[in-house]
């Protein structure tokens, strides 16, 4: 199977999580964040517990146990934490979603896919402005969060 049609599947799976969900961007970006900072701090260990467990040592499992690392914080955060009122919102906040979470995924997903002709370019061209996508990401979700009020001050407003 084609790298692109692998990371299109991934996006789509996570544009509709976070579409159906109404969670807002800034909490989850931020969550992705630190799932990625949790990857790079236990990633040797997790595949160390995984191979431990019985489960063969692959390239699949390591790129599959980064990846659940990665996205282990924003996965719970999905049930819970503010949401957006509008569609307009939801969709920009799920675009921004994915975006950022294919950049902190696509080197994890490297581990394991094998990459030829237009994949790999692809790929590479992730890979050189994933820097970019998560700083100015990081910035966003930062942004989102000024934006969000709470509940209780929502409602005191909305009844004035």
């Known amino acids: 199977m084609s790298v692109v049609v692998i990371l299109a599947a991934i996006a789509l799976v996570l544009f509709a ?5 109404r969670r807002r961007f800034g909490l989850l970006g931020l969550a992705l964040a630190a799932g990625s900072i949790l990857s790079s701090l236990w990633g040797n260990d997790a595949s160390f517990v995984v191979g431990a467990s019985g489960l063969p040592s692959s390239p699949l499992v390591t790129a599959a146990t980064l990846s659940v690392l990665v996205l282990l914080p924003s ?6 934490g503010y949401t957006y009122k509008n569609i ?10 994915t975006l950022l979470a294919m950049a902190f995924l696509v080197q994890p997903l490297g581990y394991a896919l094998t990459l030829q002709g237009f994949g790999a370019n692809t790929y590479t061209l992730l890979v050189q402005n994933k820097d970019t996508i998560i700083g100015f990401g990081m910035i966003f979700a930062v942004v989102d969060l000024f934006f969000t009020k709470p509940a209780h001050l929502a409602e005191k407003k909305s009844r004035h």
Do not use: W
Request: charged residues 5%.
């Open 17 to 21: 999580v976070s579409f159906v969900s």
């Open 75 to 80: 996965i719970l955060l999905l049930f819970h």
């Open 88 to 97: 307009a919102g939801r969709v920009i906040g799920s675009l921004m979603f």
